[in-house]
T-cell receptor, first 115, second 112 residues
C-alpha cells in the first residue's frame, strides 16, 4: 500500500519569496513516481512536476523544483519567486512505476501568496 | 497546447437518476482515468482504462459505475443510480504513458 502525507494544511508566503511544501510518502514498491498538482479555486488539477525514484537529478520545471530525498522518503515542492497566481491547493501524489497506475494523493496544502 | 476536456462542467441530478460524464482525452494518449474529489477531501482514484478495457479499479468503483470509450475519442463515466454521496468533482485524466497523467477541468456532480 502507498501513503502520502502532507502535514501543512495551510501556508503563507510573501510575493517574490520562495516556499517549500512538504510531502512524505510510504511505499513498499522498489520503483515509483512522485507528482505534484496545483488546484486553483476554479477546481481544475494542473500537473506541475514529476520525479522518478531512480532519477539521478531532482526534477525542475521553471519556478518549480522537487527536493527529492529518497532515504527520508520526502518529495518537497519548492516554488521560487512566488506570484499571486500561485495561491492554490497543492497536492502531492505517487504511483508505482510498474503495475498499478492509480495515483495516491495526499490531503493537500493550501498556499496563500500575500502581496 | 492539447488538453483534456470534460462536459458538462456542472451536472445536477436527482437521487436514483443515471448520469453520464463525458471526457475527451488528449488525442495521442493511451491511458485513461477517472478520479473523484468530494468537497474538501483528497482526490480518490476510481478506475483506469487501457487498450479498451479496465486495467484497474478501486473499491469505490462498484456495480453502479461503468466506463466506456464509445468512439475512439470520448471516454465516459456512467453512474447508474446516483446517491447523495456521489456528489463530488469528477476528474478525467489521460496519459501517453503510465508515468504522466494530465487532468481535465472536472465535472461537478450535485445529487439532490
Amino acid at each position: 500500500a502507498q501513503k502520502i502525507t502532507q502535514t501543512q494544511p495551510g501556508m503563507f508566503v510573501q510575493e517574490k519569496e520562495a516556499v517549500t511544501l512538504d510531502c512524505t510518502y510510504d511505499t513498499s514498491d522498489p520503483s515509483y513516481g512522485l507528482f505534484w498538482y496545483k488546484q486553483p479555486s476554479s477546481g481544475e488539477m494542473i500537473f506541475l512536476i514529476y520525479q522518478g525514484s531512480y532519477d539521478q537529478q531532482n526534477a525542475t520545471e521553471g519556478r518549480y523544483s522537487l527536493n527529492f530525498q529518497k532515504a527520508r522518503k520526502s518529495a518537497n515542492l519548492v516554488i521560487s519567486a512566488s506570484q499571486l497566481g500561485d495561491s492554490a491547493m497543492y497536492f502531492c501524489a505517487m504511483r508505482p512505476r510498474t503495475g498499478r497506475r492509480a495515483l495516491t494523493f495526499g490531503s493537500g496544502t493550501r498556499l496563500q501568496v500575500q502581496p | 497546447e492539447p488538453e483534456v476536456t470534460q462536459t458538462p462542467s456542472h451536472q445536477v441530478t436527482q437521487m436514483g437518476q443515471e448520469v453520464i460524464l463525458r471526457c475527451v482525452p488528449i488525442s495521442n494518449h493511451l491511458y485513461f482515468y477517472w478520479y473523484r474529489q468530494i468537497l474538501g477531501q483528497k482526490v480518490e482514484f476510481l478506475v483506469s482504462f487501457y487498450n479498451n478495457e479496465i486495467s484497474e479499479k478501486s473499491e469505490i468503483f462498484d456495480d453502479q459505475f461503468s466506463v466506456e470509450r464509445p468512439d475512439g475519442s470520448n471516454f465516459t463515466l456512467k453512474i447508474r443510480s446516483t446517491k447523495l454521496e456521489d456528489s463530488a468533482m469528477y476528474f478525467c485524466a489521460s496519459g501517453q504513458d503510465p508515468a504522466t497523467q494530465y487532468f481535465g477541468p472536472g465535472t461537478r456532480l450535485t445529487v439532490t
